[in-house]
């Protein structure tokens, strides 16, 4: 079993930046899939990016801004974001599975609000 535990989330302005930190536990994830997912309100949860083996992939809507990162030795995935807009308020959940990461992914955490004000 993989413990995902997801931190670094607040209220910030628009325009500023905020890393979101996800440490596992219980497994080395250095061979999984991460990746992170958010939900806003009254919304379906989206992938917003996934890394595995160094290569990352984003949303549209996030690249440029976001950069997703692992750290193997601290068990830990981050994502980096840059210039937030309102748009990107919502929960941010961390993901991990052995091949790829989708909405049925194994692993999740128990996600970390963002909340951008304009």
């Known amino acids: 079993q993989v413990q995902l535990v997801e931190s670094g989330g607040g209220l910030v302005q628009a325009g500023d930046s905020l890393r979101l930190s996800c440490a596992a536990s219980?497994?080395?994830?250095?061979?999984?899939?991460m990746g992170w997912f958010r939900q806003s309100p009254g919304k379906e949860r989206v992938f917003v990016a996934s890394?595995?083996?160094?290569?990352?992939n984003y949303a549209d809507s996030v690249k440029g801004r976001f950069t997703i990162s692992r750290d193997n030795a601290k068990n830990t995935v981050y994502l980096q974001m840059n210039s937030l807009k309102p748009e990107d308020t919502a929960i941010y959940y961390c993901?991990?599975?052995?091949?790829?990461?989708?909405?049925?992914?194994?692993?999740w955490g128990q996600g970390t609000q963002v909340t951008v004000s304009s």
């Open positions: 219980g497994r080395t994830v250095s061979s999984y899939a």
């Open positions: 890394i595995r083996w160094g290569a990352s």
């Open positions: 993901a991990a599975d052995r091949v790829r990461v989708t909405q049925a992914s194994d692993y």
